[in-house]
């Protein structure tokens, strides 16, 4: 239930999980929305939203069909295939991040590795930019760390081969990975801190496409300079008039860095409005 704070909320956050089946993605929607009773144990069948309000900040979370974890996308049939591409027309305008979960308790090899690989790119080559790998069943490392699991898995699998499906899988990610343990759903902190990565991850993307925006700028800017320096020189017969090409020149420049300047503040202000 949404109270008088929803009126502050601004933002809607918006996720969808994906992931094989039973690894416990409908549980993770009850441990980031802090739902005690859920779906979790029953089958997905159809893609579906859930929405909660954490903080000040509302969330909405997709949860999606799993597919068989030995069978790469060719083999899945076209009904999950349609949820999972279903998934980010629930969340318009899209989601901000795929959270793809991995169960921490069971071998990765390298059939699981294209079954995933398969299943994510249904989205778009994109999609790994805006994916964090989300390892369940936390509770079975027991006194293994995280690193550990992603870096022995391969080696305990083919110790003969230098392949190592599940940090490939973790590297496609840009090294994004949280640990989560589904049974321990009263330990905010893991959500706090998954929460934290999707903010960082946010923040990398924004501060990202704002230099590609300023360096197409910056080749336009130049592009116009160089225009004007032959103008200038007359080795262009219709040539502007000097003025009114430095004027212009003059005008571009100032509008390009007050705009890459506001939205710099504008994106960060943005975030720390969304997480405060
Ligand atoms: N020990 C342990 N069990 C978990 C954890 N997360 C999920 N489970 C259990 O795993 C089983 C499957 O969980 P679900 O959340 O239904 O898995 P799912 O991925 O939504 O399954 P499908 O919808 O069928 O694809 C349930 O019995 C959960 O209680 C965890 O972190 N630790
Ligand atoms: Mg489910």
Known sequence: METGQSSKNRFSFRMVLLGSRSVGKTSVVNTILGFKEGEEGKRTGHSMKHQGVVGTTKISVVDTPGWWKEFSAYDTPEAIKDEVKRSVFLCPPGPHVFLLVIDADTAFNGRHLKAVTTHLELLGDAVWK???????RGDWLESHTIEQHIEGEG????????HR??????????????????LKKHDTTQVTELRRQIKNQMRQQMEQEISRRKHE?????????????????????RAKPKLQSEYFTVVYMCVFWNCTGFLLLFGKTSLNEMYS
């Open 155 to 162: 080696e305990a699998l083919q110790s003969l081969s230098e």
């Open 165 to 182: 499906p599940l940090l490939e899988l973790v590297e496609k990610c840009n090294n994004r990975y949280h640990v989560i343990n589904n």
């Open 130 to 136: 805006h994916t964090i790998v989300v390892f369940t």
């Open 217 to 237: 700028w910056l080749i336009h800017s130049r592009d116009v300079f160089l225009d004007l320096q032959a103008d200038l020189r007359g080795s262009a017969p």
